[in-house]
C-alpha cells in the first residue's frame, strides 16, 4: 500500500482558507478544541487518512464495530466576519515515528495549495506538572508580526522558556508549512497539568482561536467534560489526601472521556 | 530483496471465499485454532510469504533442519453447507513493525479480489489477566448487520471494555478489509489468561467459526493439548500454592506446544 | 516529501575548498567551535537542510518564534595563506537514526565534487569522564601522511584507546569521504567531561584548525562563555562539596549557552 | 547513497564455490574461525561491502587511522581435495535492524549465482550460559541428507533444544539460501559460555569446517589467543572466587582480542 492513502468521500472547493490542527497530545488539548469546534459549526468530513505510520490497530465501539485508526479532514465554507473557509485536522493518533511525523505533516501540506490555505493554526496543550486553575494560552509563530496581533487577543508569549520546542504536528505544521510551504502559522498551547484530558484548557484555546478569526460557538458540551473530569479528580483527591493525585489511576479513568 | 516475496507452490481458483486469519498472539489463541482447522479439513499449503519485516531468523526443528521463518497460505475447497472455499492464514510470527503489520496484512488484502474473498474472520484471544474457567468468545465486526447473526452463535458483544482496540493483523485484517477493500470482516477473541499457550480458547473460537460457516470438525486433538497444558498449570500450582502459578517457568515449558 | 531538503539561498562558486563539520555531540564542542568559526569570519548561510531524520520538531525563539529544526551550510571564499574556500557545516541536531547519519552525510559528501572540496575536517569532543583542566586534541585520520601533519600541530594521536571508534556525523563523514568519495579528512576531539558544554576544548579544538588552515581568529566570545560555565560548575560543587557535582541540575542550568 | 553499497578491488571468477560466513555475534566464535581461515589459507579481499544497516561509524586504529566500518568477501581458488573455490564473508558489525539484516544477506546471496556458489557454511558460536571445557560443535542444516554427512564429521544434532533458532546472517544464510536461492547450507555453532571472545570454540568450527572441504590448517595462531583468554580468565577467577567470574571487567578486557 502507499505509505499514506486519502480516502475522499467529497471534493469541496475551497477559498481563503485557515488550516486548524487538533491531533492527539497533551492533555489531549488541541483534539478536544478541534472536535468540539467540528461539532459546533457542523463541519463537514471529506477525507479519511489512513497510514503505515499510524498504529497497526482498529478501535473498537461500545457496541462492537471496529474502526481503524486514522486522521480525518473536514471543511466548513463562510465562517466569521471574513467568510473564511476551514480544514479542520484530527484523529485518533499522530504519526507514530519522525518520519512518520514528518511525511503524515507533508501530505496535509501539500493539500494546501489545492485549498488555498493562507494561514495555519495547530492546537495544543503546554504540560506545567502541577494543577492550573486558569489556564493562560501560550503562543508561538513563524513570522513576527503575528506576535502583536496574537497578544492583542490574549495570547502570552511567554519568555520562561528560551530554547524548548513543540514536537509533532503542531510544531511540523508551522515549521514546515513557513519553510517548505511559504504559509505562515500560529500555535496556540493552552496550560494544563498534563496528567489528565483538560477540556478547560481545550476552551481557552478554542476561545482565542474563533476570536480571532471572527465569530463564537457555544462551550456548554465542554464545560460539561470539564465538570466531570473535576469531579473525577476531586475524587481522587479525597481518595488520597496526602498526595492529592492518584496519577495512574486516574488517568486511566479518564482516558476515555476525550 | 522485495520487502514481501510470495513463493506460490500452486495458484488454486477460489470463489465465494472466506478468509481466515489465526497468527501468533495472546495466548497463541488464533494460531492453535488456524492450524487445527488445516489439519482437521486437510486444507493444502499454496503460498509461503518470506518478509524483511519478519523476524531475521530460521527456526531448528528437533532433527536439526533449519527453516527460514514465514507466513503461509493453505486453502480448502467447498466446504460446509455453501461449498464455500477457505482461503487460511498462519504463521511462525507476525510483522515485527507498524508498517510491517499494515504491508503484510496490504499483501493478504490485495490477493483477495483474486481469490473472490467475501468475508473475513480473524481469531485471537482476549487477555484476562487471571484463568478462566469457561471462555466466552468476544466479537468485533465491521458492520452492523453482522452483530445479530454472531450473537446468535453465541459471540460477546460486551460493554465493558469501551475504547479498547484490537493490535496487529487480527485488527488490521478487519480495518483494511473494510475501509481499503471493502471487505466486511469479524474477529473472534477467545477469553483466556493471557499466561499459558491456551487450545481451550482456541476451542471455542473455533467451534464459533465452523457452525457459522455450517460445517463441523473434530476436537480431539486440541482437547488433547488442553489437558497437558492443565496437568502442567496444576503442577506449577502445586509447586507454589501461595501464587498458584510460576509464571516464568509456565511460560517455557509450555511455549512449545503450541 | 524528500527525505532531505535542500533549500539554497545562494549558489556560491567554491574553489580548493576545506570542509568543517560540527554538529551537536559530546559536550557540543564541534558546534560551539563551527559557529565561532563562522561568526568570527562572517560566513555565509547558503543553504539550509530539512529532514525526515532530524526530530519532528520547531526550536522556539524567545520572542516566541517557531523554526523547523535543521542543519545549515556556509561558506567563506579565499581564507588563510593558501586563499582557500571554506563549506561549514553545522546544525540543531544530528541525523536520529543510523540511516538517516548515513544519508544526511552522504548528501553533503555529493555536493563535495561541485564545490570541489579537497580535504574535511570534523569536529568534536571526546568525553573523559572527568573534569579536564587543559584539554589535548585528539585525533583520527584517513591517511597515514596526515597524522605527521597534524602531531606537528599539537594534536595527540593517543595509543590509549586502541579499538574505540567515532560514531555519528563527524566519524562518517571522514569514513565516507574517504570510502566511497576518495576525500581525506581529520577528526579533531577536545577533550571535556562530558558533563557540560565545553566552549574551553571548542576553542582548543579551533585552535588546531585555524593553524593548519593558516590563519587566526578572536576567541573572546568563547572565553566569555567558558568563563560563565566555569562560574555556574564552581557554584555546583560549592552546593554539593562531597561529590563536586550534580549533573542533573547543571546540565539544565547550562544547556542554553551553547 | 544505495543501501549497500559494493566496492570492488577485484572481480574474480569462481567455480564450484563454497561459501563460508563468519560474522561478529555469541563469543565472536564465527568472526574468528573465518578471520584464521582467511589468514591460513591467504584468502584475497575482492569486496568492501558499505551500508546504511550497519553502525554509522569509523573504527579506529591505534595509529590513528579511521576506516568505515565494513562488511568483507575474501576468495581463494582450487583449495582442498576438489579444487574447490572459497568466497568468505567477514565484517566488522552484523545489520542493525531486521531489514538490514534480510537485505545485506540478500545481497550477498544474489551474488552467489555469478559465483557458482553451491554450498554455504554459516560459523557461530552457541551460548551454553557457563563455561565449556570442551567445545561440542552443533549443527543445523537445510536437507535431511546432510546430516549425516555432518555426524561423521563429529557434528552434534541435539535434541535439547527443539524449538530453538538461529538469529541473524547466520541463520538468514542458511533459511534464505535454501528457499529464495535453492543453496543448501550447514550451520556450526560451537559451544561457548557466552561471557567471553572464544577462540577455542573458533578451533572447533574451524576443525570440522576444513574436514568437510578436504584440507588443513595450523591453528597456532588460534591456540595462542586462546590461551591469552585463558589467562585473564583466570586471573578473573582468582579476584573473585566465589563467583568465579567478573562479567563486566572480563568482558571489556578481551573484547579487542578478537
Do not use: W
Request: hydrophobic share 35%; glycine share 10%; charged share 30%.
Amino acid at each position: 500500500m502507499e505509505d499514506i492513502v486519502l480516502k475522499f468521500k467529497e471534493r469541496p472547493k475551497l477559498e481563503n482558507t485557515v488550516l486548524i490542527e487538533g491531533l492527539p497530545g497533551v492533555g489531549n488539548v488541541g483534539k478536544l478544541a478541534a472536535e468540539h469546534l467540528i461539532d459546533e459549526i457542523d463541519a463537514e468530513l471529506f477525507c479519511e487518512i489512513y497510514s503505515i505510520y499510524l498504529p497497526p490497530q482498529v478501535l473498537v465501539s461500545e457496541e462492537g464495530l471496529a474502526e481503524l485508526v486514522n486522521n480525518e479532514l473536514y471543511y466548513k465554507k463562510d465562517v466569521g466576519k471574513d467568510n473564511i473557509d476551514l480544514l479542520i485536522l484530527t484523529g485518533d493518533y499522530q504519526g507514530m515515528t519522525p518520519q512518520g511525523q514528518y511525511q503524515l505533516t507533508d501530505k496535509i501540506l501539500s493539500m494546501s495549495e489545492d485549498h488555498d490555505v493562507k494561514k495555519i493554526f495547530s492546537l495544543g496543550g503546554y504540560g506545567q506538572g502541577e494543577m492550573v486553575e486558569k489556564p493562560d494560552v501560550l503562543g508561538a509563530v513563524t513570522d513576527e508580526e503575528l506576535i502583536d496581533e496574537m497578544e492583542e487577543l490574549g495570547v502570552v508569549f511567554s519568555e520562561e522558556h528560551p530554547s524548548s520546542g513543540i514536537v509533532g504536528a503542531s510544531g511540523l505544521l508551522l515549521g514546515m508549512g513557513k519553510r517548505l510551504y511559504n504559509i505562515n502559522g500560529i500555535c496556540l498551547m493552552g496550560e494544563t497539568s498534563g496528567y489528565f484530558v483538560d477540556p478547560g484548557a481545550a476552551r481557552a484555546v478554542l476561545k482565542i482561536l474563533v476570536k480571532s478569526l471572527g465569530f463564537e460557538v457555544e462551550y456548554d458540551k465542554l464545560d460539561d467534560k470539564a465538570k466531570e473530569v473535576e469531579s473525577l479528580t476531586t475524587k481522587l483527591k479525597e481518595m488520597d489526601p496526602s498526595t492529592g493525585m492518584q496519577q495512574d489511576t486516574g488517568k486511566e479513568d479518564l482516558s476515555y472521556i476525550g
